[in-house]
């Protein structure tokens, strides 16, 4: 792949070079700002085409969002540019204004998934295959859960297939991401703390459970294992949910639409 990589921080910088290079792929520049993030990628647009974007969230000049604005504008210049987003926090708004206008192509990781070489590999081959990416403990956060590193959600951290397939599964970037094994107590206790309003209150708490598994790219098969429950009971609750969050079979594409209701709180 040919990639744009934007960070601030010169060790992490050259630190993604150096796995994107083992990986096989082709860093063609290397920024520390937004708006030499936009001249390189318009200057790779006008050449030989670019395959990817890396840029984390928070940047100079501002150092606020800089990286989340840049990444909306590229989107809107070059619809469908595969780009990846990095936080350093479990910030649901960014994750909330990144997907707003459409999923396809976007991934959005907290930098502590970069540590795991092949999970991120496989995050950036699901977000340049056109598949959305949420790291799963956003999504715990979301849900007011713990989030997979161990930590409270809120507190400093340490997917989809394409848009074709109207139900299709969507593959985790992080398998084990997010919730305990079995069907004990740990499953209902990290579903505790509710959602109280909009369409996930509207959810049990088993549909939630299942909706989390769902967000980590659990099929129904792989949740049947997860929760010991038959496969028609899966598929109960996966047609609750998505008959509870209005998402009726002709709106297509209905598990990745079903994540991203998290992301409507």
């Given at each position: 792949?040919?990639?744009?990589?934007?960070?601030?921080?010169?060790?992490?910088?050259?630190?993604?070079?150096?796995?994107?290079?083992?990986?096989?792929?082709?860093?063609?520049?290397?920024?520390e700002?937004?708006?030499?993030?936009?001249?390189?990628?318009?200057?790779?647009?006008?050449?030989?085409?670019?395959?990817?974007?890396?840029?984390?969230?928070?940047?100079?000049?501002?150092?606020?969002?800089?990286?989340?604005?840049?990444?909306?504008?590229?989107?809107?210049?070059?619809?469908?540019?595969?780009?990846?987003?990095?936080?350093?926090?479990?910030?649901?708004?960014?994750?909330?204004?990144?997907?707003?206008?459409?999923?396809?192509?976007?991934?959005?990781?907290?930098?502590?998934?970069?540590?795991?070489?092949?999970?991120?590999?496989?995050?950036?081959?699901?977000?340049?295959?056109?598949?959305?990416?949420?790291?799963?403990?956003?999504?715990?956060?979301?849900?007011?859960?713990?989030?997979?590193?161990?930590?409270?959600?809120?507190?400093?951290?340490?997917?989809?297939?394409?848009?074709?397939?109207?139900?299709?599964?969507?593959?985790?970037?992080?398998?084990?991401?997010?919730?305990?094994?079995?069907?004990?107590?740990?499953?209902?206790?990290?579903?505790?703390?509710?959602?109280?309003?909009?369409?996930?209150?509207?959810?049990?708490?088993?549909e939630?459970?299942?909706?989390?598994?769902?967000?980590?790219?659990?099929?129904?098969?792989?949740i049947?294992?997860?929760?010991?429950?038959?496969?028609?009971?899966?598929?109960?609750?996966?047609?609750?949910?998505?008959?509870?969050?209005?998402?009726?079979?002709?709106?297509?594409?209905?598990?990745?639409?079903?994540?991203?209701?998290?992301?409507?709180?």
């Open positions: 792949m040919r990639i744009i990589l934007a960070e601030d921080s010169a060790l992490l910088r050259q630190g993604l070079t150096m796995v994107l290079g083992a990986l096989g792929h082709s860093v063609l520049a290397e920024v700002d937004a708006p030499t993030l936009l001249t390189a990628v318009d200057t790779a647009m006008a050449g030989e085409g670019l395959d990817a974007v890396i840029t984390d969230v928070r940047m100079p000049p501002t150092h606020t969002s800089d990286g989340l604005k840049a990444a909306l504008q590229l989107r809107e210049t070059y619809p469908g540019l595969p780009i990846v987003v990095l936080s350093q926090y479990i910030t649901t708004a960014y994750a909330r204004e990144l997907f707003a206008r459409s999923a396809a192509g976007l991934g959005y990781l907290l930098k502590d998934r970069v540590g795991d070489i092949e999970e991120f590999a496989r995050a950036l081959d699901t977000v340049v295959a056109g598949g959305t990416v949420i790291d799963p403990d956003v999504v715990q956060h979301l849900l007011g859960g713990t989030s997979s590193s161990g930590q409270a959600a809120g507190q400093a951290p340490g997917t989809s297939t394409g848009t074709s397939g109207a139900d299709a599964p969507i593959p985790s970037s992080y398998p084990g991401g997010g919730a305990a094994r079995g069907s004990s107590d740990s499953h209902l206790e990290q579903t505790a703390h509710r959602p109280t309003e909009g369409k996930l209150a509207r959810l049990s708490p088993r939630l459970e299942i909706l989390r598994l769902m967000a980590q790219g659990r099929s129904n098969t792989e049947e294992s997860e929760l010991f429950i038959s496969s028609a009971t899966v598929a109960k609750h996966v047609g609750n949910i998505f008959d509870k969050l209005d998402l009726p079979a002709e709106t297509g594409n209905r598990r990745v639409r079903a994540v991203l209701a998290f992301l409507e709180g």
